[in-house]
């Protein structure tokens, strides 16, 4: 696996596999990998020739006392956990590598970005916006994979490709989960024990939504009650939001119905923690 | 040459040349053909294998009251045109091909963008900005053409691709003029006959600031006031701006050095012409 740092090594590798012929599958990710990365760079490595995965700390996307110094950073195991996941090319820029200057341009997401994570994160998703576009532009990938925990965020990203005609295929995938289903996160290593052990009724309190819905409530103010209730009595954590809206277009819905999303946020003393579940009724 | 009006044919296009190893120069026109666009088209047949021309009156640069909807068009001429200067594919988009649905992203142009033109036509840059990372996306080209009688816009776009990392070098091209000075423009149609014969001393009257600052004379407000006493004198329009920046950020000057800019517009009955020099003082 090859370690590069720098854009025109980078570009380097990118052109000679282009003009090789080979399909680029992109991995997107801030390090402190775990199993949910691993499954992207696994899947890409099937659907592709070359994988590049990139690991960079966005600041764009922190905001003011976010937890962009604190954020966990272990470079040494990333690229072994890399490696061992079938990457050719893993892509580590300081921030000045990626920011040399300050840009001409403002990236501003609408509509699928202020809601959910988005309303409490103001820029947040600009951040992201702008650093998906500048690695796309730095990697040119074929296809593009991003887990489906960050759901909006994958919202977000599927209609930046959409509105600006990127040439690329994104792809979301499914969440990976500790036994007890805790989504996997690289922030869950703030939780203490205790609310480790409280933090899987986050998924539950969902999976309860979820099966209301599916059972014949309709009422989006019922579902989001039900489920904040639960999560209130068995979390142990404050309750940031609990949303049902349409995915991806993340718009408010009258009743439960089509393709939708029921995500909450709840936040421990160090740790914030997002989850959602994806789901259908017709 | 191909003529192609949907994104899906003009994909296959690219997809097809871009498998066969083939370079992409391209060429983003909002059509009514001439000169200038021609010489744009033989330098990207010249260092390519193959030229894409874009045709397509962007709206989102138009600002309310300009001349959008009344904008010159004649496709039958442009495709024989573009054909005679070597395009292999001519991509004529509608509006609705462009922007299908409401964009979820929003480029903001800044510090190039809030001088010169943009001052006058706030947003401007900002449609321009989209519409070229849309026909980028597009087109996937290795090289780009633009003319640099639009200097602020060729700033602008070079400020684009290196703030979100392009795969794509942007080049400028000499302006091409008639016999008389006047820079070739689509929108020299509007100028009534006694306009047109005192246009040419729009570009006179930079060559005076120019030469005024070559001679000595450092002061940016004594070069603009001197441009704009002769524009006042002899060009019978009204004048809306001289301006002397550096180029390409575009930023005022203490005096006159370094690779500057002195550019104008002035405006007739129905047409408002801009030109610039731009030059070097060390």
Known sequence: MKVVKTIPELKEFVQTEKKAGRQIGLVPTMGFLHEGHLSLAEKARKENDIVIMTIFVNPLQFGPGEDFERYPRDLERDEKLAASAGVDCLFVPEVEEMYPQPSIITMTVTGRADKLCGEKRPGH???VATVVTKLFHLTEPDKAYFGLKDAQQFAVIAGLVESLNFPVEVIGVETIREEDGLAKSSRN???????????????????LGVQTAERGKKSPAEIKQLTNDYLQSHAGAAVD???LLSYPELEPLEKAHGKMILAAAIKYSKARLIDNIIFNLN
Chains 1, 2 share one sequence.
């Not at 986050?202 to 999976?207: D, M, N, P, R, V």
């Open 125 to 127: 998703f600009d951040g």
């Open 189 to 207: 290593v703030y939780l203490t024990e205790d609310e480790r052990s409280k933090a899987p009724h986050l998924q539950k309190a969902l999976q």
């Open 241 to 243: 939001y609990v949303e």
